[in-house]
């Protein structure tokens, strides 16, 4: 099985910068794509930032030039640098692993959450 642990959360003033934190754990043989979502009350979850193993990276527009996701591929984690937070960016950050490989003998490739980390920036 795989566990996503996401650390890294909690409250700041706009302004402000966050670091989030997730390690992936488990029989991994590899991960396609690691990545940040976040959900606010009342609203979708929305992709924020991901990156392949190529080290392509994908940000939404509204958190282009203040957010770096970066990658250890050594330790299956994945960190989001979140500078100059603004009230808007309060929300629910959930860590995703898409196109994880677990078996040698086997080509099937699972998506996997984390449990949640609240952010949350205060005006």
């Known amino acids: 099985q795989v566990q996503l642990v996401e650390s890294g959360g909690g409250l700041v003033q706009a302004g402000g910068s966050l670091r989030l934190s997730c390690a992936a754990s488990g029989s991994i043989i590899s991960i396609v794509a690691m990545g940040w979502f976040r959900q606010a009350p009342g609203k979708q979850r929305e992709l924020v930032a991901a990156i392949t193993g190529a080290g392509t990276t994908n940000y939404a527009n509204s958190v282009k030039g203040r957010f770096t996701i970066s990658r250890d591929y050594a330790k299956n984690t994945v960190y989001l640098q979140m500078n100059s937070l603004n009230p808007e960016d309060t929300a629910v950050y959930y860590c995703?692993?898409?196109?994880?490989?677990?078996?040698?003998?086997?080509?099937?490739?699972?998506?996997?959450w984390g449990q949640g980390t609240q952010v949350t920036v205060s005006s």
């Open positions: 995703n692993a898409d196109g994880v490989r677990t078996r040698l003998d086997s080509y099937n490739f699972n998506a996997y």
